[in-house]
């Protein structure tokens, strides 16, 4: 699986912000929070952002037109002016723009794409038109912070971004958190509450592996499974899966489940690793372990390198992801590296 990677950002670089699910950000109520988003973006990594004709026409009309959403990163990738699409935030049906794509607009038209959560059908997208995307936050959670964004969050965001060397040993974060308050501005000025982090968790496997990064939020591959956008067996062919699962919390029968169709599909069978990131609010933490170990075992993978209470995904502070990127696991060192660049 050989990816175009994006150019990397600079400061003074246009990026347009999109609502490809839930379109919270142009709520009356949620405007407030975007445009604190929107002026962390600006103030703290001096990008000029702007918005696409829909991305803040709220909820209802959002998802009455899937097309217009679609449009709208049409446009931001056929915008020569643009050079990063950053999403507002998931949802769960960006599953529904996939008519209204034209892979070669994003073929011809490499640029970055950030998100997370429901953006998972937008990385797919760009990994069938051949472009590497990122993995990370969103412009309502994780740039709207609570107080200021998380510094563990900021440092990869520029680290993938803003950098383009390789991009090197991705350390747990020293603490996480996965408080839910509420969005309201008076919330906004109260810190969420921190715990200690600990290190990864190797499950199995021994030395060193290495692969392309490719995978997502369980919950929103199942949607994709089946349709023109999940790859052909062999792109998964020596890669390091990594799955995380949303705010949804997911019983853990579903893990168990999922991962029975990509071992009967041959994926978990073909990949160099698996990494999972810490489960929000760390619930079903030791159930999912064990379902994990279960399916590895029915597999017959018992072998491959999986680690998991890794810091992407829905918990915060998080790790970006680089979708395509080489990464290395480190049995006897317990690490983890993305040992090339996010951009060029």
């Not at 760009?126 to 959670?141: D, E, F, Q, T």
């Not at 392309?212 to 369980?218: A, E, N, Q």
């Not at 990494?275 to 279960?294: L, M, W």
Request: charged share 25%; hydrophobic share 40%; aromatic share 12%.
């Amino acid at each position: 699986m050989k990816l175009v990677k994006p150019k990397m950002l600079s400061p003074g670089d246009k990026v347009a912000t999109v609502s490809l699910s839930w379109g919270g950000a142009g709520d009356p109520e949620l405007l407030w929070r975007y445009e604190l988003g929107k002026r962390r973006l600006e103030e703290v990594y001096g990008l000029e952002v702007v918005e696409m004709p829909n991305t803040l026409k709220g909820t209802k009309y959002l998802y009455d037109h899937p097309e217009a959403r679609a449009e709208d990163l049409m446009s931001a990738f056929a915008d020569k002016s643009v050079r990063g699409i950053f999403s507002c935030i998931g949802g769960d049906d960006s599953i529904r723009l996939l008519p209204y794509i034209y892979f070669d607009v994003i073929k011809d038209n490499p640029k970055i794409l950030l998100g997370y959560s429901d953006t998972t059908v937008a990385h797919f997208m760009c990994l069938k038109a051949g472009l590497s995307s990122i993995y990370g936050p969103s412009v309502l959670a994780e740039f709207a912070e609570n107080i200021e964004i998380f510094e563990y969050t900021h440092n990869s965001f520029m680290r993938t971004l803003f950098d383009s060397r390789p991009i090197g040993q991705v350390f747990a974060s020293p603490a996480w958190t996965g408080q839910h308050l509420k969005w309201t501005t008076e919330n906004s000025k109260t810190a969420k509450a921190m715990q200690k982090s600990e290190e990864y968790d190797f499950l199995q496997g021994d030395g060193v592996v290495k692969g392309p990064l490719i995978g997502g939020c369980m919950e929103v591959l199942e949607m994709m499974k089946g349709t023109s956008l999940w790859p052909a067996r062999e792109d998964f062919e020596g890669a390091i899966l990594f799955f995380e699962t949303s705010e949804d919390m997911p019983v853990p029968d579903l893990i168990r489940y999922w991962l029975r169709n990509y071992a009967a599909q041959g994926i978990l069978q073909r990949a160099a690793g698996i990494i999972f990131g810490k489960p929000y609010q760390n619930r079903f933490y030791k159930e999912y372990r064990d379902e994990i170990a279960r399916v590895a075992g029915e597999a017959g993978i018992l072998c491959t390198p999986i680690v998991l209470n890794m810091s992407f995904g829905h918990n915060e502070p998080m790790a970006c992801l680089p979708y395509g990127a080489m990464a290395k696991i480190d049995c006897g060192a317990r690490t983890f590296s993305i040992v090339e660049s996010g951009v060029i």
